[in-house]
C-alpha cells in the first residue's frame, strides 16, 4: 500500500537542471532551486560543493540552457518574463555579476559560442521565422545570417569560426530536414557584418527525413549528424574533406548524437529500447559500446563540450523511476562512475516511490503501442492515463514528479507512447501527420480501455490528465470518449485549433501545417479535431490549469473554452461541472517550487473532491 506524501514537500524537492562541463572541466554548472528559486551554481566535480553565482537574477523557471563563455569567466543564459519564452541573451560572470548581451522583441536561441568567444550564434524569430544570427561581441552588432521560409533549428561554428554548420528545410515536404555547411564572410564592410557564402545541403539523407547536425570534430573536418532515413534515428560522421558519411549506428537501434570524444576518435551518443535510455560510445575502429548503468534514463547534457569533464571523463545524468536524478562522472575507459550529486529527498522516504512496468497493448486499428504502468498498490484502484505533450515526445523509465505525486497517493498512472511519439522511429511518429486529433487520440483511449479491464482497476474512477498537447489531449478524451472517463485536468491545453494557427509563433505555424495541413484549405479539419466544436459531448468534471503568460498555447485557449462551455449551459465551480483557474505570471509549465507547489495543490484538491482514493467519484462532492 502507498503511503501519501505531502504535497508541498514533495513539489519542492530540491532538483538540478543542465548540468554542464566548464571548458576546462574544472567545474560544472547547474541550474539549481535548493534556495527554494532556481538559481545558477558552480559544482566542484571532485567534492559536489555548490557555489551560487545567480541572486535572483537568472529565470525561476529552468526550461532553456546556458552555456560557458570558452574562456570559462562567464555563462550565458537565456532570459524571459515570466515564462512568455520571448528571450534575450544575458551573461553572468563568476562574481555574479550580470550584463545584457542580445536583446531584441522576438524568441532567442543561443546555440553555439566561437572557441575565442567573440562571437554568439542563435536562432531567433525576430524576423517572422526561426533563422539563424550571429552576435559579436568586440562590436555589439547583430547580423542575420539566413532568410529562410522555413525554421532554421540550431547551428554549429567550426573550431576557427570560419564555417557554421545548421539544419532547415526548403522541401516543400514539410517531414523534410537536410544539414547544411557555409562559409562564413565577415569583411564585407567596415563593421564586419558576417555574411554566409557558398551554402550547400549536404544532403545525408533522402528527403522526407530528418537530419541534424549536433557537433564539430576538434579539427573542424568533420560534423557529427544525425537522420532517421532508415526509419529509425542514426548517428553518423560526415567527413567535410571527401564529402562522405559514415554511419555508426546498427539498423535496430535507435540513436542521438551527443559529442565528439576528446581525443577525436569516436562519439559519444544514446541509446533508446522500451522507454529506456543509455549512453553509447562509438570508436572509429568500429567498437561500439553501451556505458554500464542501471535501467532507466541516463542522459548526456545539452550539447557536446557540456559533457566532456576531461580527456576521458564524460558527465551523465542518471535516473529510473524510483530514484530522482544523480549526477554523474563516468571514465569511458575504465566504466567506474562516481558520483558528483546525489539526489535529494528530503524528510520523505525513497522507497516509498512507486515503480512502473513496461507494456504493450493493440490499438483500435491493430497497432503495437507501448506504455508505462505505476500500479500503486491499492484495489481496486482509481488510475489516472497521464498523457504527455509533444506530440513528438516520450513517456520514459525516469523519474517523474507528477506521476509520484500521483502514485503516492493511490492513483496507478497509465502513460501512452502513443503512434506520434518518438523512440521507435520515423515512421511511427510520422504516423499522426495530417491526421493530429484522429488516431493517436484512439491509442489513447485503447489504451484506458485495456487497463481498465484488469481486474485491480476500478473502471468508474479513471482520470486523464496532461499538460500542453497532453491538455489537448484531455480535452479531446473528454469530448470523443466521455463514456471512459470520471474527471479530466487540462493544464496549458489546446482548445480551438483554427485560432491557435492565428496566434502562434511562426515556427509553430509551420508544425501545425505539418500535422492538419494548411489552414485555409483544412479550415474544417481544424475545426473538427478541436475540443471547443464538441463541448456539449462532456459528460465529466474537467479542471482546466493554464499559465496567462503561455506563448506555446495562449491562454486564450483556456478562455476560448470556458466561454464554449458556459454558453453551452455548463456551470463553473468547485460543485459545477469544470473549474477554471488561471496561474499569473506562468507561462508553459514551470520547474520553478512556487509554482509547482501552486499547480499540485490545485490538483490534488480536485482530486480529492472529484475521484477520491477511497471512495467512488463525486463521494466528496
Not at 574562456?71 to 562574481?95: K, P
Not at 547536425?213 to 532517421?228: A, K
Not at 474537467?542 to 503561455?550: E, F, K, R, S, Y
Not at 506562468?586 to 507547489?597: A, F, L, P, Q, Y
Amino acid at each position: 500500500m502507498t503511503s501519501e506524501y505531502p504535497v508541498d514537500e514533495l513539489a519542492s524537492l530540491p532538483s538540478f537542471y543542465h548540468p554542464a562541463a566548464s571548458p576546462s572541466g574544472d567545474d560544472i554548472a547547474i541550474y539549481y532551486d535548493g534556495s527554494g528559486r532556481n538559481e545558477l551554481c558552480v559544482v566542484d566535480p571532485t567534492t559536489g560543493e555548490k557555489t551560487q553565482l545567480s541572486n535572483g537574477t537568472v529565470p525561476r523557471d529552468a526550461r532553456y540552457p546556458f552555456r560557458w563563455a570558452p574562456s570559462g569567466d562567464r555563462l550565458y543564459f537565456h532570459r524571459d518574463q515570466s515564462g512568455n519564452e520571448q528571450n534575450d541573451i544575458v551573461a553572468i560572470g563568476r562574481d555574479g555579476t550580470v550584463t545584457p548581451v542580445v536583446e531584441n522583441d522576438g524568441q532567442i536561441v543561443l546555440s553555439d559560442i566561437s572557441a575565442d568567444g567573440r562571437y554568439l550564434l542563435f536562432v531567433s524569430d525576430a524576423g517572422q521565422q526561426m533563422n539563424l544570427y550571429e552576435h559579436d561581441r568586440d562590436t555589439g552588432t547583430t547580423t542575420r545570417l539566413t532568410e529562410y521560409r522555413q525554421p532554421v533549428r540550431g547551428g554549429v561554428y567550426t573550431p576557427d569560426a570560419d564555417r557554421v554548420a545548421y539544419t532547415t528545410n526548403e522541401s516543400e515536404d514539410l517531414d523534410n530536414r537536410d544539414v547544411y555547411v557555409a562559409e562564413i564572410n565577415r569583411d564585407t564592410d567596415a563593421d564586419n557584418h558576417a555574411v554566409l557564402t557558398a551554402a550547400r545541403n549536404l544532403r545525408v539523407g533522402r528527403e522526407g527525413a530528418e537530419a541534424g547536425v549536433s557537433d564539430t570534430g576538434p579539427d573542424g573536418d568533420r560534423l557529427l549528424l544525425s537522420d532517421n532515413t532508415p526509419d529509425k534515428p542514426r548517428v553518423g560522421v560526415y567527413d567535410l574533406t571527401d564529402e562522405t558519411v559514415t554511419w555508426l549506428t546498427d539498423a535496430e537501434h535507435v540513436e542521438s548524437p551527443t559529442a565528439f570524444l576528446p581525443d577525436g576518435e569516436g562519439v559519444l551518443a544514446t541509446r533508446t529500447r522500451q522507454c529506456a535510455v543509455v549512453p553509447v560510445v562509438h570508436e572509429f575502429d568500429g567498437e561500439s559500446r553501451e556505458l554500464d548503468l542501471p535501467d532507466g534514463v541516463a542522459s548526456t547534457p545539452d550539447y557536446g563540450d557540456a559533457a566532456v569533464l576531461s580527456g576521458t571523463e564524460v558527465l551523465v545524468t542518471q535516473q529510473t523511476p524510483t530514484d530522482r536524478p544523480t549526477l554523474l562522472g563516468v571514465d569511458l575507459e575504465t566504466g567506474d562512475t562516481h558520483t558528483i550529486l546525489e539526489p535529494e529527498y528530503g524528510s520523505l522516504d525513497p522507497d516509498g516511490f512507486i515503480d512502473c512496468s513496461y507494456e504493450t497493448f493493440e490499438s483500435h486499428d491493430g497497432l503495437e503501442i507501448e506504455a508505462l504502468v505505476y500500479d500503486s498498490g491499492r484495489r481496486p484502484s482509481p488510475v489516472v492515463v497521464n498523457v504527455h505533450g509533444g506530440p513528438p515526445a516520450q513517456d520514459r523509465k525516469q523519474f517523474d514528479l507528477y506521476t509520484q505525486f500521483l502514485a503516492t497517493r493511490g492513483y496507478s498512472v497509465l502513460q501512452v507512447n502513443y503512434r506520434g511519439s518518438t523512440g521507435r522511429g520515423r515512421e511511427f511518429k510520422n504516423l499522426i501527420n495530417g491526421d493530429w486529433g484522429g488516431a493517436e487520440q484512439g491509442d489513447i483511449a485503447a489504451g484506458t480501455r485495456w487497463l481498465a479491464e484488469k481486474d485491480w482497476t476500478d473502471e468508474d474512477r479513471i482520470v486523464v490528465m496532461g499538460g500542453s498537447y497532453g491538455g489537448y489531449s484531455t480535452n479531446m478524451q473528454l469530448v470523443q470518449y466521455p463514456e471512459l472517463y470520471a474527471a479530466g485536468i487540462s493544464q496549458v491545453g489546446i482548445t480551438d485549433l483554427n485560432a491557435l494557427y492565428e496566434e502562434s509563433m511562426p515556427h509553430f505555424k509551420t508544425m501545425l501545417r505539418r500535422y492538419l495541413g494548411d489552414p485555409a484549405e483544412n479550415e474544417a479539419l481544424y475545426e473538427e479535431r478541436s475540443a471547443v466544436t464538441h463541448v456539449e459531448n462532456l459528460a465529466a468534471p474537467l479542471c482546466i490549469v493554464h499559465g496567462v503568460t503561455d506563448p506555446r498555447c495562449p491562454i486564450s485557449q483556456a478562455r476560448l473554452f470556458r466561454d464554449a462551455l458556459l454558453d453551452a449551459g455548463y456551470e463553473e465551480g468547485e460543485n459545477g461541472d469544470f473549474e477554471y483557474n488561471e496561474l499569473s505570471a506562468e507561462g508553459h509549465g514551470s520547474t520553478d517550487i512556487d509554482n509547482k507547489v501552486r499547480s499540485f495543490e490545485i490538483v490534488a484538491d480536485f482530486l480529492d473532491r472529484r475521484v477520491p482514493v477511497g471512495g467512488p467519484p463525486g463521494a466528496n462532492d
